[in-house]
């Protein structure tokens, strides 16, 4: 289905099951346009940072966003940052405290998490595309489970009534796309004080999975570069979204 007047958006495919979204427009962009969003009821095999499972059972909003023909990968992360700020603005309805950005992909609502952002990119020759995937804990049952490495939550159980699923894609799609219309304009600096009010355990110690294992840190900030500035082992240090 095409959507007029939008980049984010710009063209909107629904499926039921797939194995994940972001496997699917990673492994066969040229079957998509820029901008265009892949949605699935349930994947089969989400996964998240790291390779880990996500779990993506019916009742969920698991969707990728497709940016193709990019020059530089590593220029394009401030506006992966952007897009947990597109959830977190869409999903205010929900609550009125608690929500927050954790570095460097997670949302968290009361220290449960409710979303994971997963920016995955690949290369062909000169054509760099970039898959920044999103996993919504919506009206699936999540507050009991556990096996998971961090306490879950859903939008239904915050609110206590069912969300609509579709309605809520549409509204994150509309705040992506504004705002990335804004980072294309060179924008990115003007969102920093709402990034930074809901910066994840602001200037509290708190351990991050990397490549090379656990990490200790204190979050500070978050820099116009979309870097964060944190203390470690008492040293100021900045970490890049890309390195992880």
């Known amino acids: 289905?095409?959507?007029?007047?939008?980049?984010?958006?710009?063209?909107?495919?629904?499926?039921?099951?797939?194995?994940?979204?972001?496997?699917?427009?990673?492994?066969n962009p040229d079957k998509y346009e820029h901008g265009s969003i892949l949605c699935a009821k349930k994947q089969s095999s989400g996964r998240?940072?790291?390779k880990r499972e996500w779990k993506s059972e019916k009742g969920g909003l698991y969707f990728s966003v497709l940016l193709k023909n990019l020059e530089n990968i590593h220029n394009i992360f401030p506006f992966v940052l952007l897009s947990?700020?597109?959830?977190?603005?869409?999903?205010?309805?929900c609550l009125t405290h608690g929500l927050a950005?954790?570095?460097?992909?997670?949302?968290?609502?009361n220290h449960r998490k409710l979303c994971g952002i997963l920016?995955?990119?690949?290369?062909?020759?000169?054509?760099?595309?970039?898959?920044?995937?999103?996993?919504?804990?919506?009206?699936?049952?999540?507050?009991?489970?556990?096996?998971?490495?961090?306490?879950?939550?859903?939008?239904?159980?915050?609110?206590?009534e069912e969300v609509?699923?579709?309605?809520?894609?549409?509204?994150?799609?509309?705040?992506?796309?504004d705002l990335y219309k804004d980072f294309l304009a060179g924008n990115f600096k003007e969102h920093l004080h709402?990034?930074?009010?809901?910066?994840?355990?602001?200037?509290?110690?708190?351990?991050i999975q990397t490549p090379?294992?656990?990490?200790?840190?204190?979050?500070?900030?978050?820099t116009p570069e979309a870097k964060l500035l944190c203390l470690e082992n008492g040293t100021e240090t900045e970490l890049f979204m890309g390195e992880f």
């Not at 947990?84 to 309805?93: M, P």
């Not at 950005?101 to 609502?109: A, F």
């Not at 609509?164 to 796309?177: G, V």
Request: aromatic share 4%.
């Open 212 to 222: 090379a294992g656990l990490r200790l840190i204190t979050p500070l900030e978050f």
């Open 164 to 177: 609509d699923i579709l309605h809520l894609l549409h509204k994150i799609a509309n705040e992506m796309n």
């Open 1 to 27: 289905m095409k959507t007029n007047n939008k980049i984010i958006g710009s063209h909107l495919y629904l499926v039921d099951e797939i194995d994940s979204t972001n496997s699917e427009l990673l492994e």
């Open 84 to 93: 947990a700020l597109a959830v977190t603005r869409s999903i205010s309805f």
């Open 101 to 109: 950005i954790k570095w460097p992909n997670d949302i968290y609502i």
């Open 119 to 160: 920016a995955e990119s690949s290369s062909r020759g000169n054509k760099h595309h970039l898959v920044i995937g999103l996993g919504i804990n919506v009206n699936n049952a999540v507050a009991h489970l556990e096996d998971l490495r961090h306490p879950a939550v859903s939008l239904k159980e915050c609110r206590g």
């Open 48 to 50: 998240g940072r790291h």
């Open 194 to 207: 709402e990034l930074n009010r809901l910066l994840y355990a602001k200037g509290q110690e708190v351990e």
